[in-house]
């Protein structure tokens, strides 16, 4: 079960991931790098903090989702205008299966609690934080108008205490996994934002960002 979930988040992730390169006008190879760099990520970086080999590398199966997303995307991309909001769906989806995910994986290899939400959100963001660097734009991770680890937080949180407490199940973790989207959702949509790391009495230096600029609404 665990590992169709990981195929269906490593899906979301990479379609986000060829969607960024057909806005940013990659090739088809670049296209399933992208994709590959977002879905399988956030996973390797799990595996080696586990201290065990990528499960990636040991089952060919998990670059099937790349590809297939590379020519989903290829033969039914849509209007540019249309493609940014459609990466942040995309990216949404995964984010809410892979936080779970990373967080269950860390809690069978008996790490704590925290330790395991920590690792359920690293699962969660680091793909979408690699896609943004490879495609030179501002990763969502440290946008300010933006909060992009709090719905994974939220997720491995949840995840953490429904298997603590023995309730964790299927359909648990869809209703997690949906909690954390629709969040991750709501959050472009009305703009929510945690507070900078300069307090209120701080003044932008000039050629830095405002801090009430235009928001970026889903």
């Not at 399988?40 to 080696?48: A, K, Q, T």
């Not at 629709?182 to 507070?195: D, E, Q």
């Amino acid at each position: 079960m665990l590992i169709v979930i990981e195929l269906l988040g490593i899906f979301f992730f990479a379609v986000a991931g060829s969607l960024m390169a057909a806005r940013r006008g990659f090739d088809m190879l670049g296209s399933v790098f992208l994709g590959g760099v977002t879905g399988l990520g956030g996973g390797v970086v799990r595996d080696l903090i586990l201290n065990e080999s990528p499960a990636t590398f040991g089952h060919p199966i998990y670059f099937l989702p790349p590809v297939l997303a590379a020519l989903l995307v290829y033969g039914f991309t849509p209007a540019i205008q249309k493609l940014h909001r459609l990466v942040l769906v995309f990216d949404a989806a995964g984010l809410g299966l892979f936080c779970m995910t990373g967080t269950l994986k860390a809690l069978q290899h008996d790490f704590n609690p925290v330790t395991a939400v920590l690792l359920g959100m690293i699962t969660g963001v680091g793909g979408g934080l690699m896609r943004d660097v490879i495609s030179n734009v501002t990763p969502d991770l440290f946008n300010p108008r933006d909060i992009y680890a709090i719905p994974a937080m939220i997720g491995g949180i949840l995840t953490a205490v429904c298997w603590n407490f023995g309730l964790f199940n299927p359909l648990v973790g869809v209703g997690i996994a949906a909690l954390t989207f629709a969040t991750r959702l709501a959050s472009l949509k009305f703009g929510w934002r945690i507070p900078l790391a300069a307090g209120h009495w701080h003044r932008p230096t000039p050629g830095s960002p405002p801090e009430n600029g235009p928001q970026r609404h889903f």
